[in-house]
């Protein structure tokens, strides 16, 4: 049996789930605390797997501190330029949805001194090039 494809539009009201829990340090346990379920169920909330109902999207909304248009940001513009469900996320979404990426973004940003952060900026794009 072959596996089940996310819907476009369900992974992306998935992604900014994740992405808002992520922000603002919930737990995938904790949301699913707060909504009944088990974190298996956000996981496949968050994957588009499983789609989110609209009583229950309203409810991660106040939970999360979102409003509901915050889910959908950005999908017109997919669908306008002929986003197919093969496709993947923008590389800068994949990014900031990662652990690790939301980390780094949250710590680079709590770096106040422009010049710092210009020298970790040239050093991470050393290692990239070095990496290459």
């Known amino acids: 049996m072959p596996k089940k494809q996310a819907n476009p539009i369900d992974a992306q009201v998935g992604n900014r789930v994740r992405l808002r829990r992520m922000l603002i340090g919930m737990s995938q346990e904790r949301l699913g605390e707060l909504l009944g379920l088990t974190f298996q169920q956000v996981q496949k909330y ?13 409810e991660v909304s106040r939970i999360l501190g979102v409003p509901i248009d915050y889910f959908y940001e950005g999908v017109n513009n997919q669908l306008a330029g002929g986003v ?9 979404m994949e990014f900031v949805s990662s652990g690790e990426g939301l980390q780094l973004s949250l710590a680079f940003m709590k770096i106040k001194d422009p010049k710092l952060r210009k020298r970790v900026l040239d050093l991470v794009k050393q290692m990239a090039e070095d990496g290459e």
């Open 46 to 58: 968050e994957k588009g797997v499983n789609r989110i109902g609209a009583g229950r999207l309203f």
């Open 84 to 92: 197919t469900e093969g496709e993947s996320s923008p590389p800068v």
